[in-house]
């Protein structure tokens, strides 16, 4: 495998979930593999869980971990070819992507969506930029369009925590001060799609539509509690509009996921999360929060990417 660009990139969910459950139980199994190599992690945004759980699977498997804020840290870039570069920006992507692949066995990316240009946002600007130019695989590290290693770590999560045959799952969006990016709740509906042993629905307010290229014949149901009926798994994320795009539409508390709507579900979030916001307290203190889990299992997708791109490079 060159790149971990999208879930699309898995060749086998079976294999990637069997392995990631063999790292789990032996993360050090591989740790010669990346021996005298390097990755380095580029950030444009924020980062707690992405960042160190991306260096630690890289760790075990004998790396060294290189990581920059770039936004802060690196020079502003020029991705338009042809640009007379006599304003802000001081570095274009030709140069920067080539310089990074002499000193980098693999690259890292994240780069959110803007959510104020729809065309650039599709376009993925950064991640392809960076794609284009490089010499060495990249790794998806959330882009404006996906977060293939969080949707991975999720797959994880769920068959580790169920043993029906064909789990219920429900994505619920839910209310966010902020406009928030498509990425998580993206990828997280791929990886859904393309395991059909997983009875997958979405539940949100009318006008909060995800991409119909993303969703596809994903079954929408608007009435939240009737969403959440029988559900084993609720995942719960905030999204902002995507027809009016990067709009808040509504900040509706009763789309708040409780535990009354929980009911037996198990809940999910990605993390970080507005407690009392998205979610109330009750749900994150509880048992049936699978939260924790999630965020551990960050590490050993992250993990299973590294070795399928140390593999195949
Ligand atoms: N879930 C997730 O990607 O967390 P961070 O934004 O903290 O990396």
Redo the contacts with the bound molecule.
């Keep these: 495998m060159k790149h971990y660009i999208t879930v699309n990139d898995i060749d086998s969910y079976k294999e990637w979930i069997d392995l990631a459950g063999e790292l789990k139980k032996d993360p050090l199994k591989f740790k010669e593999i990346g021996e005298g190599k390097t990755i380095g992690l580029l950030f444009f945004?924020?980062?707690?869980?992405?960042?160190l759980s991306t260096q630690k699977a890289a760790y075990h498997l004998g790396m060294h971990c290189m990581i920059m804020n770039f936004s802060n840290e690196g020079w502003a870039l020029e991705f338009e070819d042809g640009t007379i570069m006599d304003q802000g920006k001081a570095e274009h992507i030709r140069e920067a992507a080539e310089v990074v692949s002499q000193y980098c066995d693999v690259l890292g990316i994240?780069a959110f969506a803007s959510l104020t240009n729809k065309e650039e946002d599709e376009a993925e600007m950064v991640l392809n930029g960076f794609k284009k130019y490089a010499t060495i695989p990249i790794l998806n590290?959330?882009s404006a369009k996906g977060?293939p290693?969080?949707a991975l770590a999720d797959l994880l999560t769920i068959e580790e925590n169920t043993s029906e045959k064909k789990p219920k799952v429900v994505l619920s969006w839910a209310p966010h001060p902020k406009a928030l990016p498509h990425a998580?709740a993206n990828s997280f509906v791929e990886i859904m799609r393309q395991n059909s042993h997983i009875d997958f629905s979405i539940t949100h307010p009318k006008g909060y539509e995800l991409s119909p290229e993303v969703t596809k014949d994903v079954p929408i149901e608007y009435d939240q509690d009737k969403a959440l009926k029988e559900a084993d798994f609720v995942y719960v994320k905030n999204w902002s509009s995507y027809s009016s795009y990067g709009k808040v539409l509504s900040t509706d508390p009763k789309w708040m996921i409780t535990m009354k709507k929980l009911g037996k579900a198990q809940f999910m979030h990605?993390?970080?999360v507005r407690r009392n916001v998205v979610v109330e307290d009750a749900v994150l203190n509880s048992k049936q929060s699978l939260v924790m889990e999630q965020?551990n299992n960050?590490t050993y997708a992250a993990q299973v990417a590294l070795l399928k791109i140390l593999k195949g490079s």
């Design positions: 945004n924020n980062s707690l869980r992405t960042r994240r590290m959330e977060h290693l969080q998580v990605c993390l970080p965020a960050r």
